[in-house]
């Protein structure tokens, strides 16, 4: 039988997980998940899902456990996700930690590698605040690190490029309390795994990227 490996991107809002996940997912040829997009996903279709989450996101807060271990619960009986998935922003609190144990249990998947990213603040408000993302393809860009060639258009498919609700920087200061609250005891809950890696942040993302790949390599 072979055995699912999932792939978890943990970290800061704004340290990179989102231009790392989607890079990684491509080399290793396993589907990106992030519960972020899933969740701007509903929020356009006006769903069910969507209508409870849109003021939340907005406010920078959590959207609640019970919905976000529901759409990744479904999201990994697709079929693609049969030889693992790279996760983008999940899990985000102690709870859903928890409850993605489970559900490796009951399926008998294992955990590839907890992929931890850190960066100071002060860079991450810097990497926020100039973020642009593809309306179309969800490609991620930085008006100063990483430009698309035409001004407002996604090199990739041509979509527009549009500034997220929740990169104002008011939503900013709260995602990072937020973070440090909700997310950050998940670093003690995977610290001592041998999955886990601390991977830094800081430097060009083809740098960042090559630390990711030896961390995975030297632990495989
Ligand atoms: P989500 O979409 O997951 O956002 P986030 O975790 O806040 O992370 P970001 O997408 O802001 O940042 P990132 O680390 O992916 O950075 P990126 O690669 O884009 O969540 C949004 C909201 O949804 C949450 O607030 C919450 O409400 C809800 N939600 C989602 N998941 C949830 C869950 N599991 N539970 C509950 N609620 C949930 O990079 C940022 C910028 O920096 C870009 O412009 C990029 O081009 C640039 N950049 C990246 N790397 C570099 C580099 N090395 N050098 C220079 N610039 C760089």
Redesign the pocket.
């Known amino acids: 039988m072979i055995v699912a490996k999932h792939f978890i991107f943990l970290?800061a809002?704004?340290?990179?997980?989102?231009?790392?996940a989607q890079r990684f997912a491509q080399l290793m040829d396993l589907p990106h998940v992030?519960?972020?997009?899933m969740?701007r996903a509903s929020v356009q279709s006006g769903s069910e899902i969507g209508l409870r989450a849109a003021a939340?996101?907005e406010s920078?807060?959590?959207?609640g456990d019970e919905i976000?271990v529901r759409i990744v619960e479904e999201r990994l009986l697709l079929e693609d996700a049969s030889d693992g998935v790279i996760f983008?922003?999940?899990?985000?609190?102690i709870h859903?930690a928890h409850a993605l144990d489970n559900l490796l249990a009951v399926h008998g998947d294992e955990i590839g590698a907890v992929l931890h990213l850190d960066l100071d603040d002060e860079e991450i408000v810097g990497?926020?605040s100039?973020?642009?993302v593809c309306s179309k393809c969800g490609a991620?860009?930085?008006i100063r690190?990483?430009a698309p060639t035409v001004y407002g258009i996604c090199d990739i498919c041509g979509g527009g490029l549009l500034q997220r609700d929740?990169d104002q920087p008011a939503v900013i200061r709260k995602?990072l309390a937020v973070y440090q609250a909700e997310t950050a005891p998940l670093i003690a809950y995977y610290h001592d795994r041998p999955a886990y890696h601390l991977v830094s942040?800081e430097?060009?993302?083809d740098d960042?990227f090559s630390r990711i790949v030896k961390a995975v390599e030297v632990a495989g």
């Open positions: 970290g809002p704004g340290v990179g997980k989102g231009t790392q992030s519960t972020g997009d969740l939340v996101m920078g807060a959590l959207v976000i983008d922003g999940f899990p985000r609190t859903q990497r926020l100039g973020r642009r991620i860009y930085h690190y990483h929740d995602r942040g430097g060009e993302v960042v």
